[in-house]
């Protein structure tokens, strides 16, 4: 695709919407924000505000403009956070406010429909942080108008949806990160290379830990809520199944509800078991079995996302991978015949001891060099290289929490085919590989 037929279908796809003038770098001086990667925020909750905070520290970074359907409240992941798409507006004021710029330049867009972010030309990226049942619809259309794309883990709400985004994202040429931003930590990175490196002696088993759910959930005879002025309900279900207004089933707490999110297996595993595909060397692939060990789920209520999660997998080089609920300590502990290396939040341990000192030589396998996400982001779009995090591996990674689910749910052991990317024999496990969305919406 040509740039001439993306602007073409940027500005068909905005033709309900004002287009912006391009600001002219004459406009703006020699340290001008038209020189730099002009960036756009889709969701400045919980996590898009971490986001929107790491982007702005980057020099040759611009952000111009936020879309979020919730205009400002409280009630986030912790009660005293108030987020939403005006606090994240006067956040990039604030910020840009002592830098010598026309107002008109330096005020922050803002708006509730990311349609119209896609299609202002001034925008060379997005960053998408909003609930997992909304990437996908997002993602597809960011690429297709020529957008480059930080998509937050896990890269999708289904594995079909997945493969979709890879596509888009190699049909139009455009640069993706998963924001799976263990591999730009040092620490995991190392990890990783001594399993990659044969410093344990042959990998035999990867135990990854998704930490348990935080949030405790409303009571079984939930009562539908008034929607609260300024919170554009519709548009946050979107492709999602209808469903009356509670505040337990939108800010922070989508992450508890199948029909949003893949519950802590995805939001956790998309770190821990990213991590796992890593150090097996399997991230552009997956496993060929998969089979619950007794996850369990609510029976009844608001909250839907598995309670307990335990689940194994089963590699082609015939590694297993232990998924299970735990303490967040850990995220992933490799086991090979010779020793064994851990690491996660509260740090890293191996045995031999020694292993922590250990030196790569030129002929060892590394695993790259990103030390920051948002930064590795922003060289790969200059540079148009490929990033820490692709959404090949993102969806790859996703896919496993995804076959790990299926299995819970079914409560059974799977054949999976990860070139096909479809369960052997099974038609009721292969419908799930994907959801049906909620009309307008679609990819
Ligand atoms: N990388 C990490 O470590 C990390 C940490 C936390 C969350 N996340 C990911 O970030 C995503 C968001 O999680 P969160 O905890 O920030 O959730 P959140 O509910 O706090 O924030 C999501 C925001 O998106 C907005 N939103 C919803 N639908 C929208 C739409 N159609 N258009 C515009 N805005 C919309 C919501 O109003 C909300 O403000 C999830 O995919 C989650 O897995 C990643």
Known sequence: MTRRSVLKSVMTLGAAYAIPTIIPASVLGANAPSKRIVLAMIGTGNQGTNNLKGFLQLPDVYVRAVCDVNRA???????????GREPAQQIIDDFYSSMNLN????????????????????????VITVPDHWHAVMAVAAARAGKDIYCEKPLALTISEGRRIVEAVRLHGVVLQTGSHERSNR?????????????????????????????????????????????????????????????????????????YSGGQTTNYGAHSIDLAQWGNDTERTGPIEVEDLGGEFPSDGLFTAPTKIHFRALYANNVELICKTGPEDVQIRFEGDRGWVQTGYRGFSCWPENLQTAVFGPDDIRLGDSANHYRDFIDAVKSRGIPAAPAEIGHRSATVCHLGNIAMLLKCKLRWDPDR??????DQANRLLSKPYRAPWRI
């Open 421 to 426: 990317e479809r369960f052997d024999n099974d």
């Open 187 to 259: 620490q995991s990175r190392f990890a990783c290379e001594l399993v990659r490196n044969g410093c344990i002696g042959r990998l035999r088993r990867m135990i990854a830990i998704v930490g348990p759910n935080n949030k405790t959930a409303p009571a079984r005879d939930w009562t539908p809520q008034p929607v609260p002025d300024g919170f554009e309900y519709d548009r946050w279900l979107g492709p999602a199944p209808y469903a009356p207004y509670h505040p337990d089933r939108c800010l922070y707490n989508f992450r508890f509800n199948l029909d």
């Open 73 to 83: 409240s409280y009630g986030y992941k912790t009660a005293d956070q108030y987020l």
């Open 103 to 126: 107002a008109s330049i330096r005020n922050c867009f803002a708006c509730t429909d990311y349609r119209e972010i896609l299609a202002r030309p001034d925008i060379d990226a997005v």
